[in-house]
């Protein structure tokens, strides 16, 4: 069974874009040392320091379809017709976009909500992993029990305003194992499980409670973002 979990970049202050949807000061980080870490579509490339790029590593290695959100989907232009993580997209609608589907890309519109979005994500990624974002999806994710995960790229900048990551919550306190703490340059990895956790040969490993479901979120908020510079 898939497992599921979100992960954005997020200011000091809670915030993963500004007013204008720009990311700017929180995607930093992916520009901001030497080591390369190809992405999984070739198109692109980080440069980021060594703690980081074992974290998005990580996550490359586990990520097996997306969920997204429709203001993310149109954010980003569609990704040009592939996502970055080279990984199915299920994206969450009321109206599919003209000129969409297409045969050459991998996306599914979805306009029954976000149960069947989750679910259609799990069929495809296997025994992989189900990565949700924008804001909006993942709080209805949140509030409806179906992260098991939560990873927040903690940059310190304060936007002052913009989108929330964690806004419109439901059934709060929340409360969460965790944080393991990876600090990278000019980032922190926050890593927060619904169940319990397991390390092993200092590789995070993710162990949940019998019954419950079981979801890790790799880093799928990547710079595949258009309006992300130094990626490519
Ligand atoms: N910092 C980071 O790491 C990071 C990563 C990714 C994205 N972002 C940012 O996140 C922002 C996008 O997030 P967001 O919270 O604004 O929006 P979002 O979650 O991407 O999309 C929300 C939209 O999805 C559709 N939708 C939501 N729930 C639905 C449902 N139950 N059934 C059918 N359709 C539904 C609606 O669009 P329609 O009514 O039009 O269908 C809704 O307006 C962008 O600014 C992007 O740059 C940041």
Request: proline share 7%; glycine share 12%; net charge negative.
């Amino acid at each position: 069974m898939a497992t599921v979990g979100t992960e954005m970049s997020m200011s000091l202050d809670g915030f993963i874009a500004d007013p204008s949807d720009e990311v700017g000061p929180l995607f930093a980080w992916y520009g901001n040392g030497d080591v390369a870490v190809p992405m999984p579509d070739p198109r692109w490339t980080v440069r980021t320091s060594e703690a980081s790029a074992r974290h998005l590593r990580d996550g490359f290695t586990r990520i097996g379809a997306l969920v997204a959100g429709r203001r993310w989907f149109d954010v980003a232009r569609g990704w040009d017709g592939n996502h970055p993580m080279g990984v199915p997209v299920f994206v969450v609608t009321h109206t599919a976009p003209d000129g969409w589907p297409r045969d050459d890309a991998p996306f599914t519109f979805v306009t029954d909500g976000i149960d069947s979005a989750v679910a259609q994500a799990k069929a495809a990624a296997g025994e992989k992993l189900v990565g949700v974002a924008g804001a909006n999806i993942a709080q209805q994710c949140l509030n409806a029990g179906l992260l098991d995960e939560i990873v927040v790229n903690l940059v310190p900048v304060l936007l002052g305003e913009g989108i929330r990551f964690f806004d419109n919550l439901k059934g709060t306190p929340v409360e969460l194992k965790g944080p393991r703490v990876i600090e990278g340059t000019g980032v922190t990895h926050l890593h927060c499980f619904s169940g319990s956790l397991l390390v092993e040969e200092g590789v995070l490993r993710s162990v949940f409670v019998p019954g419950a479901s079981r979801v890790f979120v790799p880093c799928f908020a990547f710079p595949g973002h258009p309006r992300v510079r130094g990626g490519g």
